[in-house]
């Protein structure tokens, strides 16, 4: 299984907490159900080429914080999630999204009215392309 992650080797953030972060929106998303198995250590260093440390510091973060599981000899696994934890999952990282967003607006110059115009656009086109 290949899992939708990017990485932006650019960014500030750390590569393995980058990796937390959208398995974590996975997880609350459905995308990545209870009981789904995640691929090994090994195979999603190599698909995301990084280093195999990398991923074995997320998926023990993952373990310790209760998203996954690991069975000895069978892999590592979607925990049960609690759905108040993952509305909020939902809600901080559309928030982390959008905060980044604006940043970015604001680092052009951007005025308050010229990003709401931005915002409401796409959210204009998004409706529209629903339809």
């Known amino acids: 299984m290949e899992l939708p992650i990017r ?3 650019d960014s500030r953030e750390p590569i393995y907490h980058q990796i937390e972060k959208q398995l974590k929106a996975l997880i609350a998303s459905g995308l990545l ?3 789904t198995p995640l691929p090994s250590i090994r ?8 280093s195999v440390i990398t991923i074995r510091r997320a998926y023990q973060n993952l373990e310790n914080e209760g998203f996954t599981k690991t069975i000895q000899g069978k ?12 509305q909020q999952i939902k809600v901080s990282t559309v928030y982390q999204a959008m905060e980044k967003a604006i940043e970015t607006a604001v680092s ?3 005025t308050f009215q010229q990003i709401e115009g931005i915002f409401k656009e796409i959210l204009t086109t998004y409706e529209e392309d629903k339809k």
């Open 7 to 9: 990485l932006s080797k």
């Open 33 to 35: 159900a209870e009981g």
């Open 43 to 50: 195979a999603l260093s190599k698909d995301l080429e990084i």
């Open 75 to 86: 892999g590592t696994f979607v925990a049960k999630i609690a759905d108040p934890i993952k």
């Open 108 to 110: 052009y110059d951007y």
